[in-house]
């Protein structure tokens, strides 16, 4: 067992009265409770601070889901706008050959999206982390006849 040094702290009235009644209260010593006092406070494990942290953290995945949010209302209304642009409106009649050769179409989508998810992959990491850079080839081209075709 380690030998144990003596030291001679000062407190205040009001700090003291505390602490005393906290031990007679509590039966700890005087000692025990100043060590556990003093592991803590230099360990940096209060609960306060444990607190902070992991609010901290929380505040850090309530960003990450901000920026997911945004990033799938963009890519949604992107998504609509150049459905709306590239599909015509289905002439009367035809909707239910429309709906039989969706099917398919929407089934494959459908198994694309689960191999993504279940493969690990995410779509918004790789927007966020390999952005492809607006002055890529053909990139002005296929803007503009969008935009032209939007008008």
Excluded: C
């Excluded at 003291?16 to 360990?43: H, N, P, Q």
């Excluded at 949010?69 to 209304?77: A, K, Q, R, V």
């Excluded at 050769?101 to 995410?122: D, L």
């Amino acid at each position: 067992m380690s030998r144990r040094k003596n030291i001679h702290p000062y407190l205040s009235d009001d700090l003291l009265d505390r602490f005393k009644k906290f031990t007679a209260a509590s039966g700890a010593t005087e000692s025990s409770v100043v060590e556990a006092a003093l592991t803590e406070y230099l360990d940096q494990t209060s609960h306060k601070r444990m607190l902070l942290k992991r609010l901290n953290s929380i505040g850090a995945a309530l960003e990450r889901l901000e920026r997911d949010s945004t990033i799938t209302m963009e890519t949604l209304g992107a998504f609509v706008h150049m459905w709306m642009v590239h599909n015509p409106k289905v002439p009367d009649g035809r909707e239910d050959l429309q709906r039989k050769a969706a099917a398919p179409r929407f089934a494959a989508f459908q198994s694309y999206v689960t191999k993504q998810i279940t493969g690990g992959r995410r779509f918004f990491n790789d927007l966020v982390e390999n952005p492809v850079p607006l002055d890529s080839p053909g990139q002005d081209q296929r803007l503009e006849a969008d935009s032209a075709r939007s008008g």
